[in-house]
């Protein structure tokens, strides 16, 4: 079983739509979660690290549920220029700086 | 530097010949890491140095593959023998390696392209 699970997408949406990913992560031992973004032909870039309590940051919250081993990012009134793979990351309590990556999730803002 | 930095950003390679990949990370990052991203998939973990710690390779696809950093610092990744399915992108990315309660994104470089044709 993959360490961190995501669904591919694409999720295609339009202009100002709401839209929800989820990633599932099989180690409850695990410590630190973040998600970053990944503009096409770009290396991969912190969009915000997630925390116990939940958290924002302008129009993106990201939620940690522990019981089910998921995180979650919501994107409210999306741009054109959201339009990005979404990659969940998780760092397990054994190793502070093993870091396991998500495969992606594709999203597709049109206007 | 700021950031991570890596080169060569391209490099086209005959079959059968080797390559190396050199990373320089952010100053004072504990932690160094290599992936590779071949095209439309995620990241594909390769090896990982923390400090003064035996590097973790579970990663290396094959022994063609191998990856040094020297005195804490810069890292090279060399493959040998290349062959077209090593065509990808090889990020590295840095850390601080901070534990306990410290939060440590990992930082990464624009990547080196490499293509073997």
């Known amino acids: 079983r993959k360490e961190v699970e995501q669904d591919p997408g694409p999720f295609n949406v339009p202009e100002g739509a709401t839209v929800a990913f989820n990633c599932t992560y099989s180690?409850?031992?695990?410590?630190?979660f973040f998600w970053y973004r990944q503009d096409c032909r770009k290396e991969p870039k912190l969009l915000m690290s997630?925390?116990?309590s939940g958290n924002e940051d302008g129009r993106f919250t990201a939620q940690l549920n522990r019981a089910s081993q998921y995180i979650s990012l919501l994107i409210r009134d999306s741009k054109l220029s959201d339009s990005a793979t979404y990659l969940c990351?998780?760092?397990?309590?054994?190793?502070?700086?093993?870091?396991?990556f998500g495969s992606g999730t594709k999203l597709n803002v049109k206007p | 530097g700021a950031g991570v930095s890596q080169s060569p950003s391209n490099k086209v390679t005959e079959k059968g010949k080797d390559v190396e990949l050199r990373c320089d990370p952010i100053?004072?990052?504990?932690?160094l890491y290599w992936y590779r991203q071949s095209l439309g998939q995620g990241l594909e973990f390769l090896i990982y140095?923390?400090?003064?710690?035996?590097?973790?390779k579970s990663g290396l696809p094959s022994d063609r593959f191998s990856a040094e950093r020297t005195g804490g610092s810069v890292s090279t990744l060399t493959i040998q023998r290349t062959q077209q399915e090593d065509s990808a992108v090889y990020l590295c990315?840095?850390?601080?390696?901070?534990?306990?309660?410290?939060?440590?994104?990992?930082?990464f470089g624009q990547g080196t392209r490499l293509t073997v044709v």
């Open positions: 100053s004072g990052h504990t932690a």
């Open positions: 140095f923390q400090g003064n710690s035996a590097p973790d």
């Open positions: 990351v998780v760092n397990p309590r054994y190793n502070f700086n093993k870091f396991y």
């Open positions: 990315a840095s850390s601080l390696g901070v534990g306990g309660a410290g939060r440590t994104e990992a930082f």
């Open positions: 997630v925390y116990s």
């Open positions: 180690n409850s031992a695990s410590q630190s």
